[in-house]
T-cell receptor, first 114, second 113 residues
């Protein structure tokens, strides 16, 4: 049990679909992150939220839209994705933004775009 | 731009062999260093970390890593691996006061029973 739960674990969608990934953390942390993990590539940081405010957006295409309604929940809304967006999407949390090296990850949502 | 290099994408060892996974980074200033591990089907988790002090850091499950500043390296070691160490290992670096982690591409370790 990691304390960070992601749903769904697997998602297959067409390029015209709209779907969302959900992340919930039970650790009382104040910072939450979305990462993209592709085979043989470094983890790519997508978004950072600190105290529900987006503090980083690493040039992510607008077809990815994050939402952080409270400090325990984080969503990634997906629309009109491309096949190259197929990857494992990881949610993580840390005590605060200064603790970015000590991340607690969820098990990820495996996304396949057809 | 800063980067982290992990020398091998795949390493295959027999049980009881000694392990050393390489990690080099390109940055001349102050760094915090981390190793994460991802066991098959499980979440990424922190294995060990270095912030300051003794450059030899001990982590969970018998792993250790040594920070050699002159070589910009933070290699991961274990004297005798077990089948259960089969996993993917990621090195990550945080530079100065920047909050962002820079990740290596990972090394997949397979231990033959």
């Amino acid at each position: 049990e990691t304390g960070v739960t992601q749903t769904p674990r697997h998602l297959v969608m067409g390029m015209t679909n709209k779907k969302s990934l959900k992340c919930e953390q039970h650790l009382g942390h104040n910072a939450m992150y979305w990462y993209k993990q592709s085979a043989k590539k470094p983890l790519e940081l997508m978004f950072v939220y600190s105290l529900e405010e987006r503090v980083e957006n690493n040039s992510v295409p607008s077809r990815f839209s994050p939402e952080c309604p409270n400090s325990s929940h984080l969503f990634l809304h997906l629309h009109t994705l491309q096949p190259e967006d197929s990857a494992l999407y990881l949610c993580a949390s840390s005590l605060d933004r200064a603790s970015t090296g000590e991340l607690f990850f969820g098990e990820g949502s495996r996304l396949t775009v057809l | 731009a800063q980067s982290v290099s992990q020398h091998n994408h795949h390493v295959i060892l027999s049980e009881a062999a000694s392990l050393e996974l390489g990690c080099n980074y390109s940055y001349g200033g102050t760094v915090n260093l981390f190793w994460y591990v991802q066991y098959p089907g499980q979440h990424l988790q922190l294995l060990l970390k270095y912030f300051s002090g003794d450059p030899l850091v001990k982590g969970i499950k018998g792993f250790e890593a040594e920070f050699i500043k002159s070589k910009f390296s933070f290699n991961l070691r274990k004297p005798s691996v077990q089948w259960s160490d089969t996993a993917e290992y990621f090195c990550a670096v945080r530079v100065d006061s920047n909050y962002q982690l820079i990740w290596g591409a990972g090394t997949k370790l397979i231990i033959k029973p």
